[in-house]
């Protein structure tokens, strides 16, 4: 499966952005699937993830409460909603995903889990 990241852009702090991510190539529907960033000259770092059958959310620390991540299958698209953004979230931003069996309904947080990434779309928050 081919993953495409899109949605990314200037925001001033504050404000809300929503990222998507479009598969093809194949369906989501027995993928886990994730969002992870990666700022200048830091490590790439899990922002949130979501399991195939939408059961499991997990979300890092930083963005509880002010991100959001969710699945369409039918469009096999998932998306970031991005609320209350901060200087601090500005990165570049990898969607991700890895095929599950289906008794394996859970999030990893783990890069090297996931085996399918799409390309980077940036963030930038400032003002």
């Known amino acids: 499966v081919q993953l495409q990241a899109s949605g990314g852009g200037l925001v001033q702090p504050g404000g809300s952005l929503r990222l998507s991510c479009a598969a093809s190539?194949?369906?989501?529907?027995?993928?886990?699937i994730g969002w992870f960033r990666q700022a200048p000259g830091k490590e790439r770092d899990f922002v949130a993830g979501i399991s195939w059958s939408g059961g499991s959310t997990d979300y890092a620390d930083s963005v509880k409460g002010r991100f959001t991540i969710s699945r369409h299958n039918a469009l096999n698209e998932m998306y970031l909603e991005m609320n209350s953004v901060k200087p601090e979230d500005t990165a570049n931003y990898y969607c991700?995903?890895?095929?599950?069996?289906?008794?394996?309904?859970?999030?990893?947080?783990?890069?090297?889990?996931?085996?399918?990434w799409g390309q980077g779309t940036q963030v930038t928050v400032s003002s």
């Open positions: 991700a995903a890895v095929i599950r069996d289906y008794y394996e309904d859970y999030v990893s947080g783990l890069d090297f889990d996931y085996n399918f």
């Open positions: 190539g194949g369906t989501l529907d027995y993928y886990t």
